[in-house]
């Protein structure tokens, strides 16, 4: 089973402290020990950059995103195709905002079910389940 890993995980990894930290960074070791197949896409590094940098974090954005990608190297590209699968996710569900609707249509786009996430938008979409974090 692969997984996509989404923004939320290495942010809250690398942010303060939070309810969502260690389930989070329990992820990320799994799949840095080769106990969980991940990937992510490049709407997940832009959402990286673009988070640490609108805050004045520049430091943070390179060694989040080196770190996440050393971790996670499957970075799925997003192409016209993804776009426009994201144009009929937003137009057809309720509850899930554009930048989450390019993540549906990359995983759907490439057969991946299972998403690491805490965002319930996911929820909504048919054809993506969560993946439970311990």
């Known amino acids: 089973m692969r997984v996509f890993l989404d923004s939320n995980i290495p942010m809250y990894v690398a942010g303060a402290e939070h309810a969502n930290r260690e389930p989070a960074r329990r992820v990320l070791m ?40 050393e971790i996670c190297p499957v970075v799925l590209s997003v192409t016209l195709a993804e776009t426009d699968r994201a144009r009929d996710i937003v137009c057809q569900t309720t509850g899930i905002s554009a930048r989450d ?34």
């Open 30 to 69: 799994q799949v840095r020990r080769g106990e969980l197949d991940a990937c992510s896409s490049t709407e997940v590094l832009q959402e990286i950059l673009y988070r640490y940098t609108s805050i004045g974090r520049r430091d943070l954005a390179r060694e989040v995103y080196d770190l996440f990608v």
């Open 101 to 134: 609707a390019i993540h549906a249509a990359v995983m759907l786009n490439h057969d991946v079910e299972w998403i690491a996430t805490f965002d319930k938008g996911f929820d909504q979409v048919s054809g993506i389940r969560r993946f439970k974090m311990r």
